[in-house]
């Protein structure tokens, strides 16, 4: 946890070389007004709370009231930290799988749950990623747009075509990699392998008793609606910032932008995808190449993109430390299940 802690000062340093890079200097950032900032993290904060509503609501449909709902809200907000302080924002779910652990509920019914919520919650950052790809080819910005449907395409397809083979497939450890552990790690790897492909198979055996039913069918559409508008707060949330700059978009637009910049931002290359978002967003905004980081005169929305990363990042992050060191990793009764 520790290592997170350091990592989150060093997302500062792709911030920094753009304000550097564009001349955006601090009185800029202040003058998009206290209101502004504030509702952005309204906006922000709004999302996190719908995500932990969809996991609460997830957890109690197939658990019944093994937690108080107010918790497991809390719960998968402070999971969020761990995607916060991670390349392509994963992460969170094995959170949630250790906080249900420790409640007591078998490891195969955690990743279940855990892999309802990430999967919708995949699915519907996804296709409007894949949306804001379209309409930037559309409008000419044949890099960013291709650039943007490559990463969600492969993602999304990667997570709902895993998630749905699991209930026809049983997976279990790769020959070469068992091999490769075994050697190094003799009887401890031994060990780990066969925890590991008894967790696997017993977690495809969750999938294909619960994929099916009427009442999974169900909760899958109504975790997959409160995703999509869980993702549209967070799009919304750059308008509100630009606001106080000056710099006029619609809601629809900004949406698109957010959630282009947020395929941009899964790519493994920085923590948090610190930096490859704001290039992200400001290439959308512009139809411009989203890894060309030349000074471009008449590039627009530099200090709404920085204000932006604020509200929405370094605000919420201490947020969600603080609710996964309180909750998530606190020590807990069991639950009998």
């Keep these: 946890m520790n290592w997170r802690i350091v990592a989150?000062?060093?997302?500062?340093?792709?911030?920094?070389?753009?304000?550097?890079?564009?001349?955006?200097?601090?009185?800029?950032?202040?003058?998009?007004?206290?209101?502004?900032?504030?509702?952005?993290?309204?906006?922000?904060?709004?999302?996190?709370?719908?995500?932990?509503?969809?996991?609460?609501?997830?957890?109690r449909k197939y658990l019944g009231n093994t937690?108080?709902?107010?918790?497991?809200?809390?719960?998968?907000?402070?999971?969020?930290?761990?995607?916060?302080?991670?390349?392509?924002?994963?992460?969170?779910?094995?959170?949630?799988?250790?906080?249900?652990?420790?409640?007591?509920?078998?490891?195969?019914?955690?990743?279940?749950?855990?892999?309802?919520?990430?999967?919708?919650?995949v699915l519907a950052a996804g296709l409007l990623s894949i949306l804001a790809g379209i309409i930037a080819i559309l409008n000419g910005a044949y890099v960013v747009g291709i650039v943007?449907?490559?990463?969600?395409?492969?993602?999304?397809?990667?997570w709902v075509v895993m998630f749905f083979l699991s209930s026809k497939h049983t997976f279990q450890v790769p020959n070469i990699l068992e091999k490769l552990v075994t050697k190094l790690a003799k009887d401890k790897g031994i060990k780990s392998i066969n925890q590991t492909n008894n967790w696997m198979k017993e977690t495809c055996s969750m999938v294909r008793e619960n994929i099916k039913t009427p009442e999974s069918k169900k909760i899958f559409i109504i975790s997959f609606s409160l995703s999509i508008v869980s993702w549209s707060f967070y799009g919304i949330s750059f308008m509100i910032i630009a606001i106080g700059t000056g710099y006029i978009i619609n809601p629809f637009d900004s949406i698109m932008a957010v959630m282009g910049a947020n395929a941009i931002g899964n790519l493994p290359i920085t923590i948090g995808g610190s930096g490859l978002a704001e290039f992200g967003?400001?290439?959308?905004?512009?139809?411009?190449?989203?890894?060309?980081?030349?000074?471009?005169e008449g590039i627009l929305a530099w200090d709404a993109t920085i204000g932006w990363r604020i509200a929405t990042y370094y605000v919420p992050i201490s947020i969600t430390w603080l609710l996964l060191v309180k909750l998530a990793l606190s020590k807990i009764p069991k639950t009998q299940n």
């Design 148 to 158: 943007i449907l490559a990463i969600s395409i492969t993602i999304t397809s990667l």
């Design 67 to 121: 937690d108080s709902f107010l918790k497991l809200v809390g719960v998968r907000i402070g999971s969020e930290f761990i995607k916060f302080t991670t390349p392509m924002f994963i992460g969170a779910e094995f959170v949630v799988i250790y906080y249900l652990k420790k409640k007591g509920i078998e490891i195969s019914k955690g990743t279940w749950i855990a892999l309802v919520d990430i999967v919708t919650e």
């Design 281 to 296: 967003i400001v290439a959308y905004l512009n139809n411009l190449n989203p890894f060309d980081f030349s000074n471009t």
């Design 8 to 59: 989150v000062p060093a997302t500062l340093i792709p911030i920094i070389l753009i304000a550097i890079q564009f001349d955006i200097k601090i009185e800029d950032i202040l003058a998009i007004g206290f209101f502004p900032f504030i509702g952005a993290i309204i906006a922000m904060m709004i999302k996190l709370v719908l995500q932990g509503i969809k996991f609460a609501y997830i957890t």
